[in-house]
T-cell receptor, first 113, second 112 residues
Framework: DAGVIQSPRHEVTEMGQEVTLRCKPI?????LFWYRQTMMRGLELLIY????????DSGMPEDRFSAKMPNASFSTLKIQPSEPRDSAVYFC???????????FGPGTRLTVT | EDQVTQSPEALRLQEGESSSLNCSYT??????LFWYRQDPGKGPEFLFT???AGEEKEKERLKATLTKKESFLHITAPKPEDSATYLC?????????????FGQGTRLTINP
């Protein structure tokens, strides 16, 4: 398996623009997670899905952030409108079930100017 | 408040100099403790899972141990390629939801 795939790897955008991050989980994994990593706050869970259904979105910072999982092999995290404070590395991870280890993708480095 | 604290924040060792990294946690309803390695510009890479006090896991030069309040990652005779940030994460029930809470990490540098 190729592991968790994320795109783009780098994104530079201007404040106010819409940003869409993409993720393909490991085949057969029922859980998908979106995290954000910054120097100040470390790794933070934003939202996770089980069998394509959002289970816990309490980590989503505000209404500008939304996530979808239309099928078992694809998820998106959208920020609209983007702000400079959204600059961070966004990771997608997947796991077989809630108790097992999570496997992380390479991340998307987002810079909002 | 549920917390995961790692120490030290950074550690420099000479090649071959053994040491330990610490992860202490104050969570209720522990469901597992995970160790990850993260290289610059990459996602965290899974190393170990520990579920109960007294449990130990080993992989090459690394050994992870778990007590009721903390976990240690022991590194024996490290090599420069062991340089990375090591992250500890605790799977716990927080406000009714099962979540993985990460510590801030220990940045390990092994000098040749």
């Amino acid at each position: 398996d190729a592991g968790v795939i994320q795109s783009p790897r780098h994104e530079v955008t201007e404040m106010g623009q819409e940003v869409t991050l993409r993720c393909k989980p490991i085949s057969g994994h029922d859980y998908l997670f979106w995290y954000r990593q910054t120097m100040m706050r470390g790794l933070e869970l934003l939202i996770y899905f089980n069998n394509n259904v959002p289970i816990d979105d309490s980590g989503m910072p505000e209404d500008r952030f939304s996530a979808k999982m239309p099928n078992a092999s694809f998820s998106t995290l959208k920020i609209q409108p983007s702000e400079p404070r959204d600059s961070a590395v966004y990771f997608c991870a997947s796991s077989l079930d809630r108790a097992h280890e999570q496997y992380f993708g390479p991340g998307t480095r987002l810079t909002v100017t | 408040e549920d917390q995961v604290t790692q120490s030290p924040e950074a550690l420099r060792l000479q090649e071959g100099e053994s040491s330990s990294l610490n992860c202490s946690y104050t969570v209720s309803g522990l469901r597992g403790l995970f160790w990850y390695r993260q290289d610059p510009g990459k996602g965290p890479e899974f190393l170990f899972t520990l579920y109960s006090a007294g449990e130990e896991k080993e992989k090459e030069r690394l050994k992870a141990t778990l007590t009721k309040k903390e976990s240690f990652l022991h590194i024996t005779a490290p090599k420069p390629e062991d340089s990375a940030t090591y992250l500890c994460a605790v799977q716990a029930v927080i406000q009714g939801a099962q979540k993985l809470v990460f510590g801030q990490g220990t940045r390990l540098t092994i000098n040749p």
